[in-house]
């Protein structure tokens, strides 16, 4: 009879939805906490959100590091003859190497631009397909007409949009006036955004990452080797020289045998919170959850790009879609430790796990290996170097360097104007012709 009682006060409407408020209230509190500790119960009520824990993206191309510098037949450049290979600390800083150049030194590299441009080859962009995109906050609209860069709309919400908008278009300049005649570039129109997910992944949309099913979206390198206004971030290339210039006093077997990480925890609640339990009380953990507007926290836990290379091992996880701070933990000297990636970025098909080539360690995407991995890497100092040396070769000296970025900015260009329309640089309105956009000086 008691038991039919309180079975019948959950049954009422009232119980019920008061019931419901506390789950969701609980699930709430669990994805907005940043604190290492959960109850187990919270946790299990966690939501994946946008990184599911059962799905990852395969896009590995080894094949493509096999064709590292094979020498090219007859570039087209001036004075270098037969036989040009990319060489690090002549070519990396060069950001005005010639297509033949680009295509020698970074086979792999254009492996995303082909697969779109490969989709839209019976299908070519056409201005309508711009003209009916919603424009989302954090999207761009501009052109590239007789060697110029021109801004024609812009969505920003607030400073970090405005920084992140102009770092991307001025990655975009760089790359144009540093060649020797920019005019020979297709004249082109497009939209990007610097958003972390696309709003509409089913458009012609520039994207800073994309998961495998959003096939019609074009990948572009990420803002931040422009600058990263974070702390103890900035440009790209100067983080890259900090951790090089400390390189000389890091001697491997002095690096700290641990695993590190840092990062906010509500930017993936489900998938960080498992690397926090897997990583708990292990002797080879140097886990930490960053509560950002704690004072305390960032005092205590905070660990700069520079000297997270400090630590044989790395970990890496996704947060809300993919994670910026890869690209500096590939400029370590460590072993990169990430998870099955879902979201891929432009440079993730020179990623590989296994084999000779093998540059980082790949673990499932509960981390419910990353003990016993761990265990095998301690175990195999000198092969874990080899893996961490791979990581440099591969990243830090050929695939993220300057001459990389600026390589894949051109060759976007190129693959975007195979398939896509011819813009007008002027309009016609009733007070005349009108210049359709702004140049990029003057936005700037």
Not at 103 to 127: C, M, S, T, W, Y
Not at 262 to 283: C, E, T, Y
Request: overall charge neutral; glycine content about 6%.
């Amino acid at each position: 009879m008691l038991f039919r009682t309180q079975l019948g006060a959950l049954t009422h409407p009232a119980a019920f939805l008061g019931g419901v408020a506390v789950v969701v209230l609980l699930i709430v509190y669990g994805t907005r906490s940043d604190y290492d500790e959960l109850n187990p119960f919270v946790g299990e009520l966690l939501p994946a959100g946008h990184c599911l824990c059962h799905a990852s993206a395969s896009i590995e191309c080894s094949t493509c590091l096999d064709r590292v510098n094979l020498p090219v037949a007859n570039p087209n450049t001036s004075g270098l003859g037969d036989g040009w290979e990319f060489k690090y600390g002549r070519d990396d800083g060069n950001e005005g190497l010639e297509p033949d150049q680009c295509g020698a030194a970074f086979p792999g590299l254009f492996e995303d631009i082909d697969r779109a441009v490969k989709l839209r080859r019976k299908n070519h962009i056409q201005p309508e397909e711009l003209s009916s995109m919603k424009m989302y906050k954090g999207m761009v609209r501009a052109m590239i007409y007789n060697g110029e860069l021109y801004v024609m709309d812009i969505k920003c919400k607030g400073e970090d949009h405005r920084k992140k908008v102009l770092a991307a278009l001025s990655s975009i300049y760089r790359s144009m006036v540093a060649m020797t005649d920019r005019r020979q570039l297709p004249n082109i129109e497009f939209i990007f955004t610097i958003e972390d997910m696309a709003d509409d992944p089913n458009n012609p949309l520039w994207v800073l990452t994309r998961r495998a099913q959003d096939s019609e979206v074009w990948l572009m390198p990420d803002f931040g080797f422009w600058s990263w206004n974070v702390e103890g971030i900035g440009p790209y290339g100067q983080v890259v020289s900090e951790i090089v210039e400390q390189d000389a006093d890091r001697d491997w077997h002095k690096k700290q045998e641990k695993l590190v990480w840092r990062g906010k925890l509500s930017f993936a609640p489900k998938l960080r919170r498992a690397l926090i339990q897997m990583a708990k009380d292990k002797p080879w953990s140097a886990v930490r959850a960053l509560r950002w507007a704690s004072e305390e926290s960032m005092r205590a836990d905070f660990i700069s790009s520079v000297d997270q290379c400090d630590y044989m091992f790395i970990a890496h996880t996704e947060g809300r879609s993919y994670s910026a701070s890869l690209k500096y933990r590939q400029a370590c000297r460590s072993v990169v430790i990430a998870h099955k990636l879902q979201w891929i970025q432009h440079h993730h098909y020179l990623m590989v796990s296994n084999g000779t080539q093998q540059n980082f360690v790949e673990v499932e995407r509960d981390f419910s290996d990353l003990d016993a991995k761990m265990d095998y890497l301690l175990a195999n100092p000198e092969e874990a170097r080899r893996i961490a040396e791979n990581s440099v070769k591969t990243f830090r000296e050929r695939y993220l360097t300057p001459a990389a970025e600026a390589c894949y900015w051109r060759a976007l260009f190129r693959g975007w104007g195979k398939v896509s329309f011819t813009p007008e640089l002027y309009e016609m309105t009733g007070e005349g012709r009108r210049l359709r956009g702004l140049r990029f000086e003057s936005f700037a």
